[in-house]
């Protein structure tokens, strides 16, 4: 009982704070003229590529060929990530929302405790091929272990340090640093002529939230403590978001503009413009070849470790990656179940996660050539070795809109010369504890 009121007042939470309450998509594509096999299926991608245009266009030839081998039409809105989860939590609560989206598999549990999504049980796991079908670290992220899952894994991911190999040859640095100290170092020496040593998206919730998640295992931090209550203000994990900060606040190796950056694009496009000569992400592989940027001209290494001795976690990354679900609410639901077939199957994998530059999820599309690039290899052995999953559990995504949102405007006094004390942070991270807490 208590999980579900928790999730109840998490999704209670997050309405409050959506600034898009609800689109107008109503439950889609109801009976064809022909026996009643619906032909029409509505769908929320989240934005992968370098622009909500630029998804569209990546998407179409599948659609086209789903289209092509079923009969069935399917209609894309591509929506923004500072958008997408506001919008999945409206829909839940309204009915009205599209038959089948994308979600960040990190809130898998949370949206598994509304009950607003189809199960998917070992008969339906079947239709895809199988549970053994699908990578153990993508599907263990799509829901609360012991429950069926709430959604299926599409692209895999995790997050590496991208470095710019011309501005480190220009600079004299011979290699990706290993150390916090040496990205500090590393990012001095790039910081000059109007250019930047990093590049953050300082106003991004997901973003934000989830950096507070790897660096806070880091520092020995957990989230929530063995009752499930949040303890987001521990001294490790103040300490971890001071960490974070202080690449702005103190080492001024961050563009101060960047505390406004929160649409999931623009920290990439300093990256692949040569404004910024680090980033700290997930494959970037699209927007650099939007960008003009070749796969030669960029590195991919693993965020700087902590030193074990520190007592700290060896963790860099996270399971990330994007799921596919089911609203219950589909009049399309055999439909639907096809569209995921069809978007987990070997080509579909292949064909997307190539362009996205991201892991797919199944493992027979691992025999294609493409995923044996260094860049793809750096990111599996990451995935692999020393990322971490998000808690998987009911609260997680307020986690994410409550810290999230706190280091946002943690970021935006730093922008504006406010000096962040670590007492600053711990007021705002007791205060996201707090909301937690009292179910706001």
Known sequence: MRIRKLATT?????????????GDDGGSGGPSAEGGAPKTLTYWASNQGPSLEADQEILKPELDRFKKETGIEVKVEVVPWADLLNRILAATTSGQGPDVLNIGNTWSASLQATGAFVPFDDTLLAKLGGRDRFLGPSLAATGVAGQPPAAVPIYGMTYGLMYNKKMFAEAGIEAPPKTWDELIETGKK???????????????????????????????????DASGRPQFDSDAQVA???????????????????????????????????????????????SAKAAGMGEDEYGVAPIPLPDPAQGGKQVNGMVAGINMAIFKHSRNQDAALEFVKFMTSKQTQQ?????????????????????????????????????????????????????????NELFADVASGKQVTEEHIKAKLTEADEKMQAGS
């Open 10 to 22: 998490a999704l209670a939470g997050a309405l409050l704070l959506a600034a898009s309450a609800c």
């Open 190 to 224: 790039l910081t000059k002529d109007g250019k930047w040593g990093l590049a953050v998206e300082g106003a991004s919730v997901t973003e934000n939230a989830h950096h507070a998640f790897i660096f806070g295992q880091q520092h020995g931090a957990e989230l929530f």
């Open 240 to 286: 971890a978001t001071k960490q974070f900060l202080d690449l702005m606040a103190v080492h001024k190796i961050v563009n101060p503009s960047n505390a406004e950056y929160g649409n999931g694009t623009q920290a990439v496009q300093d990256f692949t413009s040569g404004k910024a000569g680090m980033l700290m992400w997930q494959s970037i592989a699209s």
């Open 351 to 407: 064909n997307l996660n190539k362009v996205y530059g991201s892991l797919p999820t199944v493992k027979d599309a691992y025999d294609d050539p493409a995923f044996q690039t260094e860049h793809i290899k750096a990111f599996q052995q990451i995935l692999a070795t020393t990322a971490a999953p998000l808690p998987q559990v009911p609260e997680e995504s307020q986690f994410e809109t409550l810290v999230g949102t706190a280091m």
